[in-house]
């Protein structure tokens, strides 16, 4: 490393090997899930002689389909001098990263099912139920999901080594 540094004329070389990386793919896992759609009923009440609009909530099912990607990267550094060999900084860095989906389909309007039978206590929970059908529907790929690693171990790298040159100074 030395010899090397002298005749490019740097003062520091960097090194750094992956030790460890593994990577999981699963198959979307699709489940048959209920929610309830609200339906409107418009009678004729006999007694005041006026429609009369009322809703009812009938059992339905849609498919929540699951799944995920992850990826788990060991990278491990060392910033040697190029004048005397001396190890100057090194650093050993895992990261991971994981995307995940969750989304639902439904043979109909998604927006009038309701999580409950009567509604929904909670506009939360509604508002929960619509996001899984407007959600995306494929994970990230292990390639994409390599790149964000090794961009954040990057980062890190550079990181220390600015923190160990100003540390010099």
């Given at each position: 490393?030395?010899?090397?540094?002298?005749?490019?004329?740097?003062?520091?070389?960097?090194?750094?090997?992956?030790?460890?990386?593994?990577?999981?793919?699963?198959?979307?896992?699709?489940?048959?899930?209920?929610?309830?759609?609200?339906?409107?009923?418009?009678?004729?009440?006999?007694?005041?002689?006026?429609?009369?609009?009322?809703?009812?909530?009938?059992?339905?099912?849609?498919?929540?389909?699951?799944?995920?990607?992850?990826?788990?990267?060991?990278?491990?550094?060392?910033?040697?001098?190029?004048?005397?060999?001396?190890?100057?900084?090194?650093?050993?860095?895992?990261?991971?990263?994981?995307?995940?989906?969750?989304?639902?389909?439904?043979?109909?309007?998604?927006?009038?099912?309701?999580?409950?039978?009567?509604?929904?206590?909670?506009?939360?929970?509604?508002?929960?139920?619509?996001?899984?059908?407007?959600?995306?529907?494929?994970?990230?790929?292990?390639?994409?999901?390599?790149?964000?690693?090794?961009?954040?171990i990057a980062t890190k790298v550079s990181k220390d080594i600015l923190k160990y040159e100003s540390s010099r100074q």
């Amino acid at each position: 490393a030395a010899q090397a540094g002298q005749l490019l004329g740097v003062k520091a070389v960097i090194f750094g090997s992956v030790r460890s990386k593994s990577s999981v793919t699963s198959k979307p896992t699709k489940v048959t899930t209920v929610a309830y759609k609200k339906v409107k009923i418009r009678r004729y009440d006999s007694v005041s002689k006026t429609h009369k609009t009322t809703y009812i909530y009938k059992k339905v099912y849609y498919t929540k389909v699951t799944d995920r990607s992850l990826v788990d990267i060991t990278f491990d550094y060392k910033l040697v001098s190029s004048e005397t060999g001396a190890v100057l900084a090194s650093g050993s860095l895992n990261k991971k990263v994981e995307d995940k989906i969750e989304y639902g389909i439904y043979n109909g309007n998604y927006k009038e099912l309701y999580p409950t039978a009567g509604g929904y206590q909670y506009y939360s929970q509604k508002k929960a139920l619509d996001k899984m059908f407007t959600s995306k529907t494929s994970v990230k790929s292990i390639t994409q999901l390599t790149s964000e690693v090794s961009k954040q171990i990057a980062t890190k790298v550079s990181k220390d080594i600015l923190k160990y040159e100003s540390s010099r100074q």
